[in-house]
């Protein structure tokens, strides 16, 4: 151990020596004094000795094959491997400092592929990564760790740690949330941030400290898109990445474990509730809450979306008589259906006996179809579900518009009540005329369509006050409330109806 360290110093100090830029500089000094001392000899040596110094400093300080690490074929960074490297060296090799680390995750970023297809996607990110390694030092590293995610590592600051942590946070989001110009669509987004301090560590180990920082963007993304947290010692240990199996997934929709939880719907113009979409959550026995996104995509693959359905339909109607019953008004609930449930020949059936068995009219229920349902489907049996339900009295809400590309053509195939503008057109609608320009074209050619329009991903008062001046009527987000469970709903709803009493209407301009 001793001679291995001993050989290493003895590398960089050769190398610091040879490549310094004072040596640059005094190499054609040098090379005068050889011509002064010893004539074309001398030049002729000094022509071959600098030239070999600088080969041998080079054969000194190679990478060897063994150190060089794989990259991440989309970014071209080093991946997980190279960065718990640096990491556990900042606690255990004396010449480099201790490590910090950030883990930055683009929000909702598996939806890009979903929109706009993989290859954009993929250049988006390999943009990001560029982007990002320009803002850091030479003596930090940031490295890939999976889709739309970053890791970094930065040295330890001697003094006010939190404060440059959080400000070198805050440097490498708002480049992220530069607007980026994509197939003629101008992208707003925005990206969570955990980070944890060496000293935070719950063990001296580079992947200890990156579990921490994990655990922190975790966190993170609990308190919604944007948010930036710091590991402490209270946070819940990461959950290690891998998919649930097909039977944990069936006998948690067995035993209710997956629940609806409520976000509100309001009006502009009144501040009134107009409804409540309905998001499922997981509520595990030893993970606790976990977001759809950690365990949708394996339900999707276990084939189980419909039973999903089943049970969020079953539970969003007896919610409906619950809040009856409590006397609180809640006009509608939204719910989403797949286009593998779409196409069930027999789901008007299913969902009308389900109408009938908790005597709730149709009208109070809302059914929400993701516009690349409408876009790319020619399914006579999706066409004959939605009509079907649509004339049966359910409300029918076009969902992510403007991302999907559904022509005017396909929205009036469909029965459609209400469509509802995509969050990526919605984030910085107070601020970018370009925004605000998209807002105003789709909200005008739902009103000549005589169909409803719904801003989604309204996480700021600057947009939910901009939303009603463009004209906009009903509005869903951050900014009115986030998702809660069933039983947070009942004092949200008798809170909201109170205050909304006092809400001053938003003026549209003329």
Not at 97 to 120: M, N, Q, R, S
Request: glycine fraction near 8%.
């Amino acid at each position: 151990m001793a001679a291995s360290f001993g050989q290493k110093t003895f590398k960089f100090a050769v190398r610091n020596a040879l490549t310094s830029p004072q040596l640059t500089a005094l190499l054609p000094a040098a090379m005068l004094l050889a011509y002064w001392w010893g004539g074309e000899t001398g030049l002729l040596y000094s022509a071959v000795i600098f030239p070999g110094l600088f080969v041998l400093c080079g054969a000194l300080t190679r990478t060897s094959q063994k150190d060089r690490w794989p990259t991440d074929g989309v970014t071209g960074l080093p991946m997980r491997g190279r960065l718990t490297k640096m990491l556990d060296a900042g606690f255990h090799d004396p010449e480099i400092k201790e490590k910090t680390c950030l883990v930055i995750e683009v929000d909702a970023f598996p939806k890009l592929a979903d929109h706009y297809g993989v290859d954009a996607q993929e250049r988006v990110e390999a943009d990001l990564g560029e982007t990002l390694r320009t803002m850091l030092r030479v003596t930090d590293l940031i490295c890939s760790l999976g889709r739309g995610r970053f890791g970094i590592a930065i040295d330890r600051a001697t003094r006010a740690d939190l404060e440059v942590v959080l400000q070198i946070a805050t440097r490498l989001q708002s480049a992220i949330m530069t607007p980026i110009e994509l197939n003629e669509t101008r992208l707003h987004l925005t990206a969570s941030v955990g980070f944890a301090l060496p000293q935070r560590a719950p063990e001296a180990s580079g992947n200890s400290l990156l579990q921490a920082a994990e655990s922190a963007l975790q966190t993170a993304q609990a308190a919604g898109p944007g948010s930036i947290r710091a590991f402490s010692n209270g946070m819940a240990p990461r959950a290690a990445a891998s998919e649930h199996s097909e039977a944990e997934l069936s006998e948690a929709l067995d035993a209710g474990q997956m629940v609806p939880w409520f976000q509100p719907q309001v009006c502009l113009r009144t501040g009134r509730l107009t409804g409540m979409e309905a998001l499922v959550r997981w509520n595990h026995p030893k993970l606790g809450w976990i977001a759809p996104g950690a365990f949708l995509p394996a339900l999707t693959q276990a084939g189980l979306l419909e039973r999903l359905s089943e049970v969020m339909l079953f539970e969003c109607l007896s919610s409906i008589n619950d809040w009856d019953q409590q006397g609180l008004d809640v006009p509608k609930v939204s719910v989403n259906l797949s286009s593998a449930e779409l196409s069930n020949p027999k789901l008007f059936e299913k969902i009308r006996w389900d109408l009938d068995r908790f005597d709730v009219s149709p009208e109070r229920l809302t059914l929400e179809i993701l516009e690349s349902v409408i876009a790319q489907s020619e399914d006579d049996v999706i066409a004959r579900n939605i009509n079907a339900l649509a004339r049966m009295g359910c409300g029918i809400d076009l969902d992510d518009f403007g991302t999907g590309h559904a022509s005017i053509a396909h929205i009036r195939r469909f029965t459609l009540n209400r469509i509802k503008i995509d969050r990526s057109f919605i984030t910085h609608v107070d601020t970018d005329p370009n925004q605000q320009n998209m807002v105003s074209a789709i909200l005008t050619m739902a009103n000549q369509l005589e169909i409803g329009a719904l801003a989604e991903g309204v996480e700021t008062h600057g947009e939910y006050t901009k939303l009603g001046e463009l004209g906009c009527t009903d509005v869903q987000g951050y900014a009115v409330a986030k998702p809660m469970p069933m039983d947070a709903t009942c004092l949200w709803i008798r809170n909201h109806k109170s205050a909304s009493s006092r809400i001053q209407p938003v003026p549209k301009h003329a």
